[in-house]
């Protein structure tokens, strides 16, 4: 699988991570089987959180591989995200170290490659968050730094105190989900996608050298499912994604990745599915190289327009 920049760090990372969310619905020799085809296809990237399951798919995660000496735990980037309570977010200092300990516990692992703040807290205080920050990394807990769901603006405020570089921003992004590039493409219209809901947050991260990862790249708007296969809602995407998978040999599932792929911020997708085969199916589009007019002619069957 080809790899791409971690943000502006030396580390290069597979362009597919494995996304956890959905791993506590799988038994210990399943989730083994899982985690072994990913690392046999170089996705060596597993993208956790405390709330997935409550924590139960960290849980699951470190069963799977326990007593299984053929995986090492250098072999593996582990990633976590804090931040989401009950009714609230808490991005305090306390809440971090708690949430990192108990994550380490969970993953039984002495360290995070990565822990990414999970959405923007609304009373945040900067300082809080590099103190625990300048504490996690100094214990040796953790190795990068990012965020999740954030503006440029909120990456800003926290930059005004954390010292250490932010080179992660995990967002929604498909070809049903595209507002990160509708907005600067209708720039200056009176169109729906001209509404710019993330202050160019694509823009931003290429120019501060952020790694995005896309998460739920095949969902359509507001949780109403995938957008693969359903032909009410999106015939001609699914028309135009079956012509290009039969002119490169492969799957509509493929070129939907594929086409997050090819975007040049050179982003990391987050697959979230458990299912093997399906996974292979993703991780095939790193191989696969769309062209610019095949891009557009995608983009635009997703409903989106060229002003």
Known sequence: MKTVPLGSTTLRVPQVAIGCM????????????????????????????????????????????????????????LQSK?????????????HILASVDEILGRLKTDYLDLLLIHRPDALVEPEEVAAAF???EAAGKVRFFGVSNHKPAQVELL??????????????????????????????????????HDGSV???????????????PFQSPGWQGPFLGDEERYPKLNAELR?????????????????VLRHPAKMQLIAGTTRIDRLERIFAASDVELDREEWYRLYLAAGNPLP
């Open 22 to 77: 959905r791993l506590g619905a799988l038994a210990p020799q399943e989730l083994n089987r899982l985690i072994h085809a990913s690392l046999e296809a170089g996705a060596n990237f597993f993208d956790h959180a405390d709330i997935y399951g409550g924590g139960e798919c960290e849980t699951r995660f470190a069963e799977a591989l326990a007593g299984d000496s053929s995986i090492r735990r250098e072999d593996l980037i």
């Open 82 to 94: 804090c931040g989401i309570r009950q009714g609230f977010y808490d991005s305090s200092k306390a």
């Open 134 to 136: 300048d504490e996690l």
């Open 159 to 196: 930059k005004t105190c954390v010292r250490q570089p932010l080179v992660v921003n995990q967002l929604q992004f498909s070809l049903a989900v595209a507002t990160m590039v509708a907005n600067g493409m209708e720039v200056n219209m009176d169109t729906p996608g001209s509404v710019d």
């Open 202 to 216: 694509l823009d931003y991260a290429r120019i501060h050298g952020m790694t995005v990862q896309a998460w739920s």
């Open 243 to 259: 012509a290009s998978a039969e002119a490169h040999g492969t799957t509509p599932g493929t070129i939907a990745a594929a086409w």
